[in-house]
């Protein structure tokens, strides 16, 4: 367990994937989860959205925004046509990430 709990902004939280990750994160005692970004479900409280009591986070589909909210990480499970916009507002604000989402070309590493 960790000293302090660990701040997650997650990004794709009403997908697939997205949900599993923030009802594990909402059930941990060494994670917060700090903010969730999803174009689905905006302005609805995540844990309403993934079928569970609320959890007091509001859905954003403001990833930006929720990143300058300083979390200590970012879980990225979105689609591949906003990976790299993703990847560079976590890059810009210096918010490590975890990126779920596949398929990235040699030229999207090289830019990275």
Do not use: W
Not at 50 to 61: A, D, F, H, L, R
Not at 97 to 112: D, L, R
């Amino acid at each position: 367990m960790l000293a302090t709990p660990l701040k997650v902004c997650l990004s794709g939280a009403t997908g697939g994937v997205g949900r599993c990750l923030a009802r594990a994160i909402l059930a941990r005692d060494d994670f917060i989860l700090d903010s969730a970004v999803a174009r689905t479900a905006a302005g609805r409280d995540l844990g309403e959205a993934i079928g569970q009591e609320p959890c007091g986070v509001v859905v954003t589909v403001d990833l930006a925004a929720a990143l300058d909210r300083k979390p200590d990480v970012v879980i990225d499970y979105t689609h591949p046509s906003s990976r790299m916009a993703n990847v560079m507002a976590a890059v810009e604000r210096r918010v490590p990430m975890v990126i779920g989402t596949t398929g990235f070309s040699s030229a999207e590493f090289e830019e990275i």
